[in-house]
């Protein structure tokens, strides 16, 4: 079975500063990848990266950055330069390879409140 | 541009009611999913569709139904709505295979049961 972990419910970061926000996973797959998602109060769910079991470099979008650590099984999401706008809730999710089937469901984590001050 | 389109956005219903809600995806997408949100346990699969004609349950099916007659339409019935049913659902697709294949979600529809 897989599990997402993300163990702070809320965060709170002055904007223009960096903040790192936890995802701890446990999978017994070899093969996987993980997701971070953001939602606005407005509701609607955002992709923001994405990060496979194999890929040797961490990825990275723009502000996002997605540190890896495959052996803590760690994918944790650093947003650099916060701004306003980042106040939002932040799922992280994760995909194995389907044990046999052909779906490989979407996992998600308890998501994180953060919430950017002026 | 439409992408995942979910109808209605918000809904009322009293215990015993039934209704469905509507899922359509303009981008050929194969799979289709079901979700739904609730306060500290993240998204959790209700249903999911590999294809037009297959279906198969999530994680917490009980008291849902979907069916899958085209690609682009992924309904989910309520037959019988409970108080337990409250919630945000959102319906999801994606390109098949491909462990990063990027799942898009709809606005979602959020539904309180009376």
């Known amino acids: 079975a897989q599990k997402i972990t993300q163990t702070q419910p809320g965060m709170f970061v002055q904007e223009k500063e960096a903040v790192t926000l936890d995802c701890t996973y446990d999978?017994?797959?070899?093969?996987?990848?993980l997701f971070w998602y953001k939602q606005p109060s407005s509701g609607e769910m955002i992709f923001l990266i994405y990060?496979?079991?194999?890929?040797?470099q961490n990825a990275t979008e723009g502000r996002y950055s997605l540190n890896f650590q495959k052996a803590r099984k760690s994918a944790n999401l650093v947003i650099s330069a916060s701004q306003l706008g980042d106040s939002a809730m932040y799922f992280c999710?994760?995909?194995?390879?389907?044990?046999?089937?052909?779906?490989?469901?979407?996992?998600f984590g308890q998501g994180t409140i953060l919430t950017v001050h002026p | 541009n439409a992408g995942v389109t979910q109808t209605p956005k918000f809904q009322v219903l009293k215990t015993g009611q039934s209704m469905t809600l509507q899922c359509a995806q303009d981008m050929n997408h194969e799979y289709m999913s079901w979700y739904r949100q609730d306060p500290g346990m993240g998204l959790r699969l209700i249903h999911y569709s590999v294809g037009a004609g297959i279906t198969d349950q999530g994680e917490v099916p009980n008291g849902y139904n979907v069916s899958r007659s085209t690609t682009e339409d992924f309904p989910l019935r309520l037959l019988s709505a409970a108080p337990s049913q409250t919630s945000v659902y959102f319906c999801?697709?994606?390109?098949?295979?491909?462990?990063?294949?990027?799942?898009?979600f709809g606005a979602g529809t959020r539904l309180s049961v009376l």
């Open positions: 990060q496979g079991s194999y890929d040797e």
């Open positions: 999978t017994s797959d070899q093969s996987y990848g």
């Open positions: 999801a697709s994606r390109e098949r295979g491909g462990l990063g294949n990027i799942q898009y």
């Open positions: 999710a994760m995909r194995a390879s389907a044990g046999g089937t052909s779906y490989g469901k979407l996992t």
